[in-house]
Every structure is written in structure tokens, then in C-alpha cells.
């Protein structure tokens, strides 16, 4: 997205003025590259990304099919990225009358 739209402080400094842009882990500026390389928070979850890149190279990660695969799985397990921080839940299946 053009705009860098996501539910993290350096979209929110842009857009969302009111919003607090410091992580949860602490750090005072929340950014796509802390979220990923080094928040706390995902630690538990990093290994994902280190069987491609041993020191999380986004260049690297993004560069390589395997590498997308890596992200896509970090991101479901997770829930980094997401408004509360969490695991998104999975889908409920529709009721049908």
C-alpha cells in the first residue's frame, strides 16, 4: 500500500496523529523493521524468518519465494501486524438456517 497502511505507530504518526505510535515492547517508535528484526514481543516466532535469513534481511526475505512463504507464516502465527498485537482467530464458519 502506497500509503503504508498498517496497525503500527509509524503509520499512525502520518495518519493518525492522537494515536500512540510507541510499541507495546517499550520502544518509542513502532516501525515495520523493529516489529520484524527486533521487538521482544516476537522473539518466540523470529525463527520463522531466520531459517531464510539468518539475521531477518527484509531485502532478502522479500527477495526470494521462500522468503515470502516465511513472512506469511510468521505473520499467521504471530499476530504481528494486527490492531491488538494478537493471533488473528480463525475464521467462524456461517451458521446456515
Known amino acids: 500500500c502506497r500509503t503504508g497502511h498498517a496497525h503500527l505507530g509509524e503509520y499512525y504518526s502520518k495518519f493518525v496523529p492522537l494515536k500512540n ?8 517508535f513502532q516501525t515495520r523493521e ?3 528484526r527486533a521487538c521482544p514481543w516476537y522473539e518466540c516466532h523470529r525463527h520463522i524468518l ?8 527484509l531485502s532478502n526475505i522479500l527477495g526470494m519465494e521462500k522468503g515470502i512463504s516465511a513472512l506469511i507464516e510468521f505473520l499467521k502465527i ?14 467462524e464458519e456461517p451458521e446456515y438456517k
Do not use: Q
Open 78 to 91: 504471530s499476530g504481528a501486524f494486527t490492531r491488538d498485537g494478537m493471533k488473528r482467530k480463525p475464521p
Open 21 to 28: 505510535i510507541d510499541c507495546p515492547c517499550g520502544e518509542e
Open 50 to 57: 531466520r531459517k531464510v535469513s539468518e539475521d531477518v534481511s
Open 34 to 36: 523493529h516489529i520484524l
